[in-house]
């Protein structure tokens, strides 16, 4: 870290505390049990939140304090290293009580993913050790005004100070919480890297202009880097692992379609809740209370199964992960893993959308009323889905299992 005043906060002009020693987890068990009790704690909030749309400073340091960040680090390194099933459920758990607040640290496990991948074994020290020592990894996305996310207009070149980055990012979910801030850029070959900077480098400004109906605070704004100061050991040439099988892709798909299995269940844990508490059963039913009428009963079963058979796909994905990780992953390995969570990805996108619709169903017009803020699981739903098309999911299954042709590799599967 640099001795700068950081430029990334918010309107109210908070910024990224110093980093903190979180509690340290050991077990898988130990971080699903942590993570039910923050979630707890962030479902009081998450309403009022999304609906004043108040950043979640004070729950995103409780997060980082209960170890919950640093849960997929390898033991060798100091970390629990769970398994992706629970990671998978971490996320899910969180996201059913706040998925805005849940979503931010993809990114983090994201990049520690790819770390595990192309790193060197003193980047994983280091970085590894500052995530248990609570550094927060945020993220600097994909460029706006270009014909494609792939494009980069953002620079790493050299000077007689030394590296030096510059560019401006957007959709970069988590920046504005973060100690580090990697992102994409082409070095003076015009190859891609990877390149990390401090969120308090001079010269690095997160501006918090994230406007989207739904995800509302995840503050997934714009960075801009002009000059920004980089460390040489913070560069990984991604350019030259393009080849090379991974499960950085999978992991952070998966990653995904946690979130959105999160609100799924939020979702119709709240339709159910509505039925029973304030419903009133059509006129036509025959019954006095809402949960005795025939056709909300079938729904709510419906739902129920949707939910349960796309859970059952997105912990099969994560133990597909899990047994590829086992061993060397090859190209065929890794592109059963992408398979195995596009099929998890398409069926959570699919209950997620369907249950934040027949919320207001089962409920009724009542349910609409904005005191109830119930809109919110939608409006989180639409957003979030369109993290990337789900169309290409079958696409991609469909060409595997008709011609054996492996995915493209890349953050997307």
């Known amino acids: 870290m640099t001795d700068q005043s950081s430029h990334a906060s918010d309107v109210t002009g908070r910024r990224p505390s ?3 020693r979180p509690f340290l987890i050991r077990s898988d068990q130990e971080a699903l049990d942590v993570a039910s009790r923050l ?4 479902r009081l909030g998450a309403s009022e939140r999304d609906a004043k749309r ?3 400073w004070d729950e995103v340091d409780e997060y980082t304090a209960s170890g919950l960040g640093g849960i997929t680090i390898p033991k060798a390194f100091g970390g629990a290293e769970v398994s992706n099933v629970t990671l ?11 998925p805005a607040l849940g979503q931010i640290p993809q990114n983090q496990f994201g990049v520690l993913a790819l770390l595990k991948d192309v790193g060197s074994d003193a980047q994983k020290a280091r970085i590894f050790g500052d995530v248990l020592n609570g550094f927060r990894i945020g993220n600097a996305g994909p460029e706006k005004k270009t014909k494609s996310v792939v494009i ?5 070149r050299s000077t007689p100070d030394g590296l030096r980055l510059t560019g401006r990012r957007f959709y970069s979910t988590g920046a504005i919480f973060a100690h580090w801030i990697p992102t994409r850029a082409i070095d003076e070959e015009g190859r891609a890297v990877q390149v990390w900077a401090a969120y308090d480098a001079p010269g690095l400004t997160v501006i918090d202009d994230w406007s989207s109906f739904g995800q509302r605070t995840t503050a997934s704004g714009s960075v801009e880097f002009e000059g920004v100061p ?4 913070l560069v990984f040439p991604v350019w030259s692992y393009a080849g090379r099988p991974g499960l950085a892709g999978p992991i952070s798909q998966l990653v995904q379609a946690s ?10 844990g709240d339709a159910v809740d509505f039925v029973r508490d304030r419903a009133r059963p059509w006129v036509d039913s025959g019954v006095t209370l809402a949960i005795e009428d025939p056709t909300i009963i079938h729904s709510v079963g419906s739902l129920y199964t949707d939910l349960h058979a796309a859970q059952a796909i997105l912990y099969e994905a994560a133990e597909t992960i899990d047994r590829v990780a086992k061993d060397k992953v090859t190209d065929a390995s890794s592109a059963l893993a992408s398979v195995a969570v596009a099929e998890a990805k398409i069926l959570t996108t699919e209950i997620a959308l369907s249950a934040t619709e027949h919320l207001f169903d089962l409920a009724g017009s009542a349910a609409t009323r904005a005191a109830h803020n119930l809109g919110r699981h939608w409006r989180n739903a639409r957003v979030h889905t369109l993290h990337d098309p789900v169309r290409w999911k079958y696409h991609l299954i469909g060409k ?14």
């Open 39 to 42: 979630a707890e704690h962030f």
């Open 400 to 413: 595997y299992e008709l011609t054996g042709a492996y995915p493209a590799r890349h953050q997307w599967n």
């Open 230 to 233: 980089v460390d040489p050991e």
């Open 88 to 98: 998978a459920k971490v996320f899910e758990i969180l996201c059913a009580a706040d």
């Open 18 to 20: 110093a980093p903190v």
């Open 152 to 156: 980069s207009t953002t620079t790493l």
């Open 54 to 56: 108040l950043l979640p």
């Open 259 to 268: 979130i959105d299995a999160g609100i799924a269940a939020a979702a119709i």
